[in-house]
């Protein structure tokens, strides 16, 4: 057996971070301090955000990448993420692979506690792989985990994973596969992990608090208490910023951002999501490729970047973010021109030559979706078509949209789970549980499944940006932009970092006073 390092997965440079000088240009705080000094005082912080983590709190269960960001502090696998895409020993103290690539061999840190105060063992990692394995609901990683032929504890400080064939991003997935109790079956409303911080309780559509775990194997959180306000309605979420109710707002959009209370930071970087025009392929006419293809040369993304966040904003083609470098094709952003003429021929040739009617369903609680969506109204008007937009609570969205598929388009964004290409593309495979737009193209499912059992980087690299032409070309849905990621940050504070995934790392933030 070899030692291995963590090898770089995503370019440092590209999640950079940028502070914003706003606070020239807002107006007085409007008696906020006494809010901010008080959590100060009490060495706490209270986090906004827009949709309640409704759907699990079991870390195989959970749908929301809401749900996510926040339990990222709650949960540890035996290797995380960090800011800059690199994977560092967690549960785990270290690794070992075998020269074949099919066992991998964890050696477990000493002395790691659970947050109900049970020391970490052989058998509760061993359960929570097997666990993982059978309920999942992500479908990259449920892939990835079924090539897992074996878990076993050589030892109480030592888990070997054998796998059925060779994976490259095996070790993406290991981070994914977060260490619960051996037999635990509560995680749904009362998580144990090993994280920085500990759950303490949550109060459904208001808030989720989170507590300093004292014996945290690792460096400390530096704030002794976070919660997490929900706001279902994006307007009382900016009230409760400029209150001073809140002290760190993640996801704004630029224009949430004017009027902003000085007492506020500005950081901007990007959200690592797909945004785009989603469409559900069961439906007529959106079955029709020519209509799709319509709908793509119909929708202006520069003036919806222009007139949503000033120009903030990067454009996509497919499903794939900058972020992950060697597999963005950027020639696919501008396959798609602008091009309402181009646009009103393919619909003709489709036989929707006098247009048709088109229901837009949006969450409320994100404005940055709400916001686009308006714009494509008014655009796709220009071509015949009569676009209605229907914005729902975000429950409603989860359950019509999302899980029972009765829609006829959306727009949202869609995230990496894992800092692999898979988990984006997989969703999109025929029979994959998260393929809401019901996309059914036997090439792609083919690519995708070749690239799941190839070990060759190179090889496995070229089968994914086939995967995403395709995508492109069929028109699978109209891509947009990756978001620009604005966040509001109590001035007192520092710490926040963007992640190459959409997570939030609490741990770091601190008072500077």
């Known amino acids: 057996m070899k030692k291995r390092t963590i090898a770089l997965l995503l370019s440092a440079a590209l999640m950079t971070m940028v502070l914003s000088a706003c606070g020239d240009q807002k107006p007085e ?163 144990v992990g090993t994280g920085p911080f500990r759950f303490v309780s949550r109060s459904v559509q208001e808030n989720v608090i989170l507590e300093k775990f004292a014996d945290y194997w690792g460096e400390p959180a530096q704030v002794d208490r976070v919660t997490c306000k929900i706001y279902e309605d994006n307007t009382a979420l900016i009230t409760a910023l400029n209150a001073g109710s809140v002290d760190i707002v993640a996801h704004l959009s630029a224009d949430q951002l004017n009027g902003l209370n000085s007492n506020y930071n500005v950081l901007e970087g990007t959200m690592n999501l797909v945004q785009a025009l989603y469409l559900n392929h069961a439906v007529e006419p959106l079955n029709d490729v020519r209509v799709r293809q319509a709908l793509c040369h119909a929708i202006n993304i520069d003036d919806i970047l222009q007139l949503t966040a000033d120009g903030h904003g990067t454009k996509l083609g497919s499903s794939m973010y900058p972020a992950f470098v060697k597999y963005f094709d950027d020639s696919l952003t501008g396959y798609y021109s602008y091009d309402p003429d181009k646009a009103k021929a393919l619909l003709t040739e489709a036989g929707y030559g006098d247009g048709f009617n088109l229901k837009i369903t949006v969450p409320s609680n994100y404005p940055p979706h709400v916001n686009a969506a308006q714009v494509m109204v008014e655009q796709l008007a220009a071509v015949g078509i009569t676009a209605e937009l229907s914005e729902v609570e975000w429950n409603t969205w989860l359950q019509d949209v999302y899980a029972n598929r009765n829609f006829e388009a959306t727009v949202i964004g869609f995230d990496a789970s894992n800092l692999t290409a898979n988990a984006l593309l997989q969703r999109w495979t025929s029979d994959a549980d998260k393929n809401m737009i019901n996309f059914n193209n036997s090439e792609y499912d083919a690519l995708i499944a070749q690239a799941n059992e190839t070990t060759d980087d190179a090889a496995r690299t070229e089968l994914y940006l086939q995967a995403e032409r395709i995508l492109t070309e069929q028109a699978a849905n109209v891509y947009v932009q990756d978001l620009a990621d604005f966040v509001a940050i109590n001035k007192q504070l520092s710490g926040y970092e963007f992640y190459p995934l959409y997570v939030m790392d609490l741990a770091k933030i601190a008072y500077t006073g």
């Open 29 to 191: 705080n409007s008696g906020s301090d006494d809010a901010n000094s008080s959590r100060a005082e009490s060495n706490e912080i209270a986090i906004g955000i827009p949709q309640d983590l409704g759907d699990s709190l079991d870390p195989y269960q959970m749908i929301a990448a809401g749900t996510r960001e926040i339990l990222f502090n709650v949960y540890e696998g035996l290797y995380k993420p960090t800011a800059t895409g690199d994977f560092v020993p967690a549960v785990a103290e270290d690794y070992a692979v075998s020269e074949d690539g099919l066992r991998y061999t964890f050696t477990l840190r000493s002395g790691v506690l659970f947050h109900n105060g049970d020391t970490v063992g052989a058998d509760d990692v061993v359960y929570s792989f097997k666990t993982c394995a059978a309920a999942t609901v992500d479908t990259s990683l449920s892939a990835a985990l079924s090539n897992v032929a074996d878990v076993s504890a050589a030892d109480e400080s030592t888990v070997t994973v054998t796998l059925s064939v060779p994976d490259s991003d095996f070790l993406a997935y290991v981070a994914s596969v977060y260490i619960v109790p051996d037999g635990y079956e509560d995680c749904a409303t009362a998580p």
